[in-house]
Each structure stands twice: as structure tokens, then as C-alpha cells.
């Protein structure tokens, strides 16, 4: 009388087919959380550009620091409610506006986007 059921051989070929899906969805996903970053990067800095071009506009100057974008300080009307940290160091951008009195740069960790600079 035969039994019904799965085989030994019958699993091991299911689990060598499972495997073998799950490392082409590795392989397939395992660069999103990069090029995520690289998106919130390329979106913070054009917002940070506005804002610093705006400051400008209304006070002549550049921002002393990027936090300064976030306060009221006559004539300046601040434009962002905080300013946003860095995806890649999880801290704050890089921000110079020393180098260069007609520019100031933003810098993030990303190789992508490592920098933007606002004119």
C-alpha cells in the first residue's frame, strides 16, 4: 500500500528553489535603502537652497548656519519649521558659507549628491 506525501528528494528541490528566490530578491532590493537616501538627500537640498536663497533675498546675506533658516530674526521670515538631518550621518549637513563670500554649500555623506552649492 502506498502512503501519500512529499518525498526527502521532493523538499530539498522546493527548499533549493526558495533559496534560490530569495537571493535574486536580495540581489534585486539590496540597493533601495541606498538610492532612497539618494532621493531625501536630492529633496532636502533643494529645499535647503530655497530657503538659503530666500534669507538672502531678504536679508542680504547668507545664514550664519543652517539652524538660522528656521527662526524669525527681522527681516528674515523664517521658511522651515526645522532643519533636516543628513540620511547617510544621521546628523546634521555640512554648511560653509565662509569659503566663498558670493556662495554658501551644503554637504551630505552621499557619493551620489556629495554637495550643493547656492550662488
Known amino acids: ?24 530578491a536580495l540581489l534585486s532590493f539590496g540597493g533601495l ?14 529645499t535647503l537652497a530655497t530657503a538659503i536663497k530666500v534669507y538672502k ?7 550664519a548656519n543652517l539652524n538660522a533658516l528656521t527662526s524669525d530674526a527681522a527681516p528674515y521670515i523664517a521658511v522651515l519649521d526645522d532643519v533636516p538631518d543628513d540620511p547617510y550621518t544621521g546628523t546634521d549637513y555640512t554648511y560653509d ?9 551644503v554637504s551630505s555623506g552621499s557619493t551620489a549628491h556629495p554637495s550643493i552649492t547656492v550662488k
Request: hydrophobic residues 45%; proline residues 4%.
Open 57 to 63: 533675498a531678504q536679508t542680504g546675506s547668507f545664514p
Open 33 to 46: 535603502d541606498t538610492q532612497a537616501k539618494d532621493s531625501v538627500v536630492e529633496a532636502d537640498f533643494r
Open 97 to 105: 558659507n565662509t569659503t566663498d563670500p558670493t556662495e554658501a554649500v
Open 1 to 24: 500500500k502506498r502512503e501519500d506525501g512529499f518525498t526527502l528528494i521532493e523538499i530539498v528541490f522546493v527548499v533549493i528553489i526558495l533559496a534560490i528566490l530569495a537571493g535574486v
